[in-house]
């Protein structure tokens, strides 16, 4: 998990609704596909308590974690900031579309529109998905014994997604 990208998270999911630890770590293990582990959750979370963003309930034997108005405004702050990336993102994906062939224009326009709605597709299938990439990055740098048979894979592949009803 990226560096800062764990108090993000933490800081959207208690917005969404108050959580335990553990329940914050799958959560984040469920929408990642990667679970923090209790060394990076809890003295994040204690962080976050000290600088009086998160407030801590009892119940029972479990904390559950809220966020307090001063962590409700960094949130907001942090969205504000995230709709000005998203802007940037989205003028540079209508750039890189002006500059590509047709196939690539669509992507980068359909990959533009999912940005600006904010509808991640296939985040249940993140973990899969860099696993495919990464070999795809790794097998077919170059053109090489493996191209040939990787098109072939992708084209039965995309041909039975198509079908799936």
């Known amino acids: ?3 800062g990208h764990l108090k ?17 770590m799958d959560k984040i293990n ?3 596909g ?17 600088e009086k963003i998160v407030d801590i309930k009892e119940v029972g034997k479990t904390k559950i974690y809220t966020l307090t108005k ?3 405004l960094e949130f907001r702050q942090i969205n504000k900031k995230k709709v000005e990336i998203i802007d940037k993102v989205s003028g540079l994906m209508q750039i890189l579309g002006n500059v590509c062939d047709e196939h690539e224009s669509e992507f980068f326009t ?20 860099s696993e495919l990439k990464s070999m795809l990055i790794k097998k077919s740098h170059t053109k090489n014994k493996y191209s040939k048979k990787i098109k072939s894979i992708l084209k039965i592949t995309t ?5 799936l009803k």
């Open 110 to 129: 359909q990959l533009q529109h999912h940005i600006k709605t904010g509808e991640i597709p296939f985040i249940h299938l993140e973990p899969e998905l």
């Open 159 to 163: 041909k039975e997604i198509n079908e």
């Open 70 to 72: 001063k962590g409700k």
């Open 34 to 50: 990667s679970k923090p582990s209790s060394g990076s959750i809890y003295p994040l979370l204690e962080i976050l308590t000290k």
């Open 8 to 24: 993000l998270m933490v800081l959207k999911f208690l917005e969404e609704e108050p959580m335990s630890g553990y329940s914050l």
């Open 30 to 32: 469920e929408v990642t």
């Open 1 to 3: 998990m990226l560096r």
